[in-house]
């Protein structure tokens, strides 16, 4: 079992940048392939983006290639997401995710792929 717990979400104005972290606790951090999702208001949870498990891969989606960037620090089992350039279409809650099996590309972006979620943090983006 994992436990996720992230932070870092809050209110940023049009052009800003956030930088969310997702603490993992539990089995060893190293063995899950890690990935945040989304969900804006009245809408489904979508995949934002995914890194494997060496962090020799990452994944985004097509909205945020190019300004946000996933990483991870295993000697503190945290997954970070930077968020920059900000726009209020970004504003959702943020769930962080792990997944034990292996994925690669559109593979990990199911959120039915992904084992074990955090309680999630919201990110309000203002005009």
């Known amino acids: 079992q994992v436990q996720l717990v992230e932070s870092g979400g809050g209110l940023v104005q049009a052009g800003g940048s956030l930088r969310l972290s997702c603490a993992a606790s539990g089995r060893i951090f190293s063995s899950y392939v890690m990935g945040w999702f989304r969900q804006p208001p009245g809408k489904e949870r979508e995949f934002v983006a995914a890194?494997?498990?060496?962090?020799?891969?990452?994944y985004y989606a097509d909205s945020v290639k190019g300004r946000f960037t996933i990483s991870r620090d295993s000697a503190k089992n945290t997954v970070y997401l930077q968020m920059n350039s900000l726009t209020p279409e970004d504003t959702a809650v943020y769930y962080c995710?792990?997944?034990?099996?292996?994925?690669?590309?559109?593979?990990?972006?199911?959120?039915?792929?992904?084992?074990?979620w955090g309680q999630g943090t919201q990110v309000t983006v203002s005009s």
């Open positions: 995710a792990a997944r034990l099996h292996y994925c690669s590309g559109y593979g990990c972006y199911d959120k039915e792929g992904y084992e074990h």
């Open positions: 890194i494997t498990r060496s962090a020799g891969s990452t």
